[in-house]
């Protein structure tokens, strides 16, 4: 169970020599929503009549944003679009968006966080919303949508970690996107 949502950053993802790695993370936005849908592939072997094997794999995945605005230089960046020396942000129909990690924390109960990266993922253009303002407020935000994959160098898609602010893992959350620690070795 979660009680919010906040701290949504980007971290733009290069390749090289098939191995993923990541600039400095830079916040995106203001968060208000993080909706994650996953794909599976499943299959199913029968033998002597019966079910032998069952396999299922992560093979994509969505993310929706609710956020409350994005900068056109953010927007930019997220969609591989221009921006030239008067801040003037052009998008063409051969921008190629790169892929990048999105990473955010959800509260819990009991002064925890849920802290979330999802490792390599590519935004949409996303739609857009103008309303002429009338006798009561209205606030149009934006949402963004992205699809993430596996990363090649080892099939990672997500790191999950559920911990206080001041867990090791929370103090760096978002000043690198995480890589894979070693494991425990057994006593």
Do not use: H
């Not at 079910?51 to 969609?79: H, N, Q, R, W, Y």
């Not at 490792?119 to 739609?127: G, Q, Y």
């Amino acid at each position: 169970m979660t009680l919010g949502l906040k701290d949504l950053y980007y971290a733009v993802c290069t390749e090289a020599d098939g191995a993923e790695s990541y600039g400095t993370p830079k916040k995106m936005a203001e968060a208000m929503s993080a909706d994650l849908s996953v794909k599976t592939a499943d299959g199913s072997l029968y033998a002597d009549d019966t079910l032998s094997e069952s396999v299922t794999e992560f093979a994509s995945g969505t993310l929706k944003l609710g956020i409350k605005d994005l900068t056109p230089e953010v927007l930019a960046e997220l969609l591989g679009q221009a921006v030239d020396k008067n801040s003037v942000v052009w998008a063409g129909k051969e921008d190629e968006p790169p892929y990048v990690a999105v990473g955010f924390r959800a509260k819990k109960t009991g002064g925890k966080y849920r802290y979330v990266w999802l490792l390599k993922a590519k935004f949409k253009v996303p739609s857009e919303k103008y309303e002429t303002k009338g006798e009561s407020i209205k606030f149009n935000t934006p949402d963004i949508e992205a699809s993430f994959t596996t990363r090649k160098k080892d099939n990672l898609w997500k790191a999950d970690f559920v911990g206080t602010e001041e867990s090791a893992a929370a103090k760096t959350w978002f000043t690198a996107v995480p890589e894979k620690a070693a494991a425990m070795e057994s006593v």
